[in-house]
């Protein structure tokens, strides 16, 4: 199995087992080893008493790249620290973008900064996420278990 392979085949089992991410309405557009591209549109049972989306929808899906993007080298990896800075007003009808780099990856940590844009490709939000990673594969026999 390449890797491609097996990053495809962990955020499948991932999403597949992810209800909030599911009624989030996630479309997964592009996953590799430390890379993913998601894609929502906000709906207005999302919105907060501003009639904006609730911070925690830009959060939820910067959250669940960095899962899949983390994971995607078929190591368990979990967040031990994340952040979000809000630059622009999301409203009903907005598609957005998550979308990952890998800044650091080492054995046990990884760093990672995900970049959320609307439909006119504008800012609208900053995530950045740091994960342990577990040592533990997804998949023993299907790829590189390395954490080295």
């Not at 590799?32 to 939820?60: D, K, Q, W």
């Not at 650091?104 to 939000?125: F, K, M, P």
Request: proline share 4%; hydrophobic share 35%; glycine share 10%.
């Amino acid at each position: 199995m390449t890797e491609l392979e097996l990053a495809e085949k962990v955020v499948s089992r991932m999403y597949d087992g992810d209800p909030f991410s599911l009624w989030l309405g996630i479309e997964r557009v592009q996953v590799a080893p430390g890379t993913c591209i998601l894609r929502m549109r906000v709906r207005e049972e999302m919105l907060n008493g501003f009639g904006i989306a609730h911070g925690g929808i830009t959060y939820s899906l910067g959250d669940s790249c960095l899962a899949f993007a983390a994971n995607a080298h078929g190591i368990r990896s979990v967040s031990v620290e994340t952040s979000i800075s809000h630059t622009k007003p999301v409203i009903t009808g907005d598609l957005l973008t998550a979308r990952s780099s890998e800044l650091s990856l080492t054995g046990r940590i990884g760093v990672y900064h995900i970049t959320i844009t609307n439909q006119r490709d504008e800012t609208v939000a900053l995530f950045k996420g740091t994960v342990y990673r577990t040592g533990k594969p997804w998949f023993p026999n299907d790829g590189p278990t390395s954490t080295a």
